[in-house]
């Protein structure tokens, strides 16, 4: 079996400052964004509507905004919720850990909708620009993950030739590495079906349904390998708090995709 590498969480230490590396896959990703959100704001669909660089780093903006308070709001709302009502004030403390990618989620779309009323754009037309660009966001996260051993995997079969001790977990048992499933599955192959099938012009709000549905589709596989929360376990049915919380996602993008195909069908 393997062991975990056990990397040094800080990246590079001057001084007393210390860079860690969760702090540069959130770097990553954000830079990642700029550049192919650039990219497709120069697409011929999109440019013909007026979207230029400017508009990208103003979205990217609002996407943070969302990315860190809905991520931190969604986390004491979805999973913590009566620790957090006995101590109002550690909803602030960030740095002791705790982001929902649901919550987050959350955030950023009310960010877009903030972000399209202020410029006189639709919902959909700001979520369809930005959807193919997220996926990467997503895998740099997943290894931030990874590197700071955080998050592991259920127990594997003996067998399985990448089953991995995370030391962290204080039990010596071979999991599978889950982050690296994440990493593959809702960043990589999401972010190269989404980037291939946006490259061709789409009826408004279809992306943004492909979107949801694969990734709350590639969300509940992965979560069968993911060790749950332990203070949360499995729920009903044995699935995951993040199974659960996947499914509203794949109704609402199956939805977006047929609403959005009838409404492109309509004769004009």
């Known amino acids: 079996m393997l062991v975990h590498p056990q990397f040094d969480p800080i990246a590079i230490r001057i001084g007393p400052l210390a860079v860690h590396w969760y702090g540069i896959t959130y770097l990553v ?10 990219r497709r704001a120069r697409m011929p669909q999109h440019a013909a509507v007026g979207w230029t660089r400017q508009d990208v780093d103003d979205v990217l903006f609002y996407g943070v905004l969302g990315v860190v308070l809905g991520g931190r709001l969604g986390y004491c709302l979805f999973y913590k919720p009566d620790y957090y009502v006995d101590h109002l004030l550690e909803v602030f403390a960030v740095w002791k850990g705790g982001m929902s990618f649901h919550g987050g989620l959350l955030g950023v779309l009310i960010g877009l909708w903030w972000f399209g009323r202020r410029r006189g754009r639709g919902f959909f037309e700001v979520a369809d620009l930005i959807a193919p660009c997220v996926p990467t966001g997503l895998a740099a996260g997943r290894m931030g993950n990874f590197i700071n051993g955080e998050l592991w995997g259920r127990p594997a079969p003996a067998d399985l030739p990448w089953a991995m001790v995370f030391p962290q977990a204080n039990d010596g048992i071979a999991r599978h590495p889950s982050q690296i499933y994440q990493f593959l599955g809702e960043g990589v192959l999401l972010f190269v079906l989404l980037w291939a099938y946006a490259r061709k012009p789409r009826a408004t709000g279809q992306i943004s349904g492909v979107f949801l549905t694969g990734y709350g589709v590639l969300r509940f596989v992965a979560e069968y390998f993911r ?6 376990g499995l729920r009903a049915l044995n699935w995951s708090q993040g199974q659960w919380l996947s499914l509203p996602m794949i109704v609402a993008g199956i939805a977006i995709f047929v609403w959005a195909t009838r409404r492109n069908e309509r004769p004009a």
């Open 29 to 38: 990703a954000f830079g990642l964004f700029l550049w192919l959100a650039s």
């Open 227 to 232: 060790e749950p929360d332990d203070f949360l």
